[in-house]
């Protein structure tokens, strides 16, 4: 009999295989680059935290709402704000939409399976019913089109469950922020733990959402269904935000004879690991609204290396979109580790071979993405 040993797949990417066996991060460890993963986390987390609290006014306060022009305001209008949205002069809340679009058109995740329910569908009219109770003319709308407002509540449910999901984050990348100055953070693997550990306390938070119509509680999404932050709000984010994302207008052809999109969604490479930061502050590059927001936050240690850099603050949005990539790279190295399907240290043969298996398919992902270049 003639044994046939297995030939081991080359992959680009085995040394990162063999850092994250190490518990090792996919960017390298150095003081320049903490420092610079830190601040840009700090200005994150800052603008996280006003997105995340728009989004989730938004779900709770302007569903089956039309023309919600006022969406942005938080429910605080005034002439002095007004003006300042049309001079952008604030927080670019679009962004947020813009993920929020991506995570609902990819799917993925209990969030994606539950909004095609039928629980889901009686809650939704219940709610419809006592929104329009007295708009006759909306409720024969509703009968001739059910599927319209049912819609709408299911956009609803994603505003508020990436609400939810940028709250911990939010809080995780400034708790970061505050240990760096403490001194507590010295380190990328430090970092990545930080976040690690992060997702896991939060890992079984559970995502709900409910309304309130003329003083009456209505739930959307009640606990019971067991909606939670991680399986169902994490995961789906990061397939859809740092993998897949959308192709940014300007940069391909949308024409289908042009075949530059993929036809299949799964191929998309989009997404923040993947982009170009180059093209940021280009028209149609929805990033660029990020980075102008982050822009406005900067601890004063990062801006300073920026200022010190070859063009200064003249391409201050594509630095910027560097060290969110770095910062990004990190992220997605504590949500692989927090993942593996076994202990890093197992000394069980079999669990060693799995643990390598799913990071091949992990490192298969990212053979097109930046790691290469925030490594140089």
């Known amino acids: 009999m003639v044994t046939i040993k297995k030939r081991a797949i080359h992959n680009p990417l085995a040394e990162y295989i063999e850092r994250l066996q190490k518990g090792d991060a996919l960017?390298?460890?150095?003081?320049?680059?903490?420092?610079?993963?830190?601040?840009?986390?700090?200005?994150?987390?800052?603008?996280?935290?006003?997105?995340?609290?728009?989004?989730?006014?938004?779900?709770?306060?302007?569903?089956?709402?039309?023309?919600?022009?006022?969406?942005?305001?938080n429910g605080k209008v005034s002439f002095q704000k007004l003006l300042r949205h049309w001079w952008h002069d604030r927080i670019n809340f679009e962004y947020a939409e813009y993920c929020m679009k991506g995570m609902m058109w990819h799917g993925g995740g209990g969030l994606d399976t539950y909004l095609d329910t039928e629980e889901f569908q009686e809650r939704a009219q219940a709610v419809i019913a006592a929104k329009f109770k007295k708009n006759p003319f909306i409720l024969s709308i509703n009968q001739l089109f059910p599927d319209f407002l049912t819609e709408q509540l299911r956009v609803s449910a994603y505003y508020t469950g990436l609400g939810q999901f940028w709250r911990v984050m939010a809080d995780m990348f400034l708790s970061l922020s505050d240990r760096y100055d403490r001194g507590e953070i010295k380190s990328i693997p430090q970092v990545v733990d930080h976040i690690k550990a992060g997702l896991v306390a939060n890992a079984s938070n559970p995502i709900t959402y409910a309304v309130k119509i003329r003083g009456k509680v209505y739930e959307i999404i009640p606990k019971s269904v067991g909606?939670?932050?991680?399986?169902?709000?994490?995961?789906?984010?990061?397939?859809?935000?740092?993998?897949?994302?959308?192709?940014?207008?300007?940069?391909?052809?949308?024409?289908?004879?042009?075949?530059?999109?993929?036809?299949?969604?799964?191929?998309?490479?989009?997404?923040?690991?993947?982009?170009d930061p180059l093209p940021i502050g280009g028209a149609g590059i929805p990033p660029t609204l990020l980075m102008q927001d982050m822009r406005h936050y900067l601890p004063e240690y990062l801006h300073e290396i920026y200022r010190r850099s070859l063009r200064g603050e003249d391409d201050l949005r594509v630095q910027i979109c560097m060290s969110f990539q770095k910062s990004m790279f990190c992220v997605t190295t504590a949500t692989i580790l927090g993942l593996m399907p076994h202990p890093l240290d197992t000394k069980d043969p079999?669990?060693?071979?799995?643990?390598?298996?799913?990071?091949?398919?992990?490192?298969?992902?990212?053979?097109?993405?930046?790691?290469?270049?925030v490594n140089k």
């Open 27 to 73: 960017l390298p460890d150095s003081p320049e680059n903490v420092l610079e993963v830190v601040g840009i986390l700090k200005s994150y987390g800052v603008v996280l935290d006003a997105y995340s609290k728009n989004l989730n006014y938004i779900a709770e306060h302007q569903f089956l709402v039309f023309f919600p022009f006022f969406k942005y305001f």
């Open 227 to 275: 909606l939670t932050f991680l399986a169902d709000t994490a995961i789906p984010y990061v397939e859809a935000v740092f993998f897949r994302g959308t192709p940014f207008h300007g940069t391909v052809s949308y024409n289908a004879q042009g075949y530059q999109i993929p036809p299949d969604q799964t191929r998309f490479q989009y997404g923040a690991l993947y982009a």
């Open 350 to 373: 079999n669990e060693q071979k799995d643990n390598r298996v799913y990071l091949e398919k992990w490192m298969s992902r990212l053979q097109t993405s930046r790691l290469l270049d």
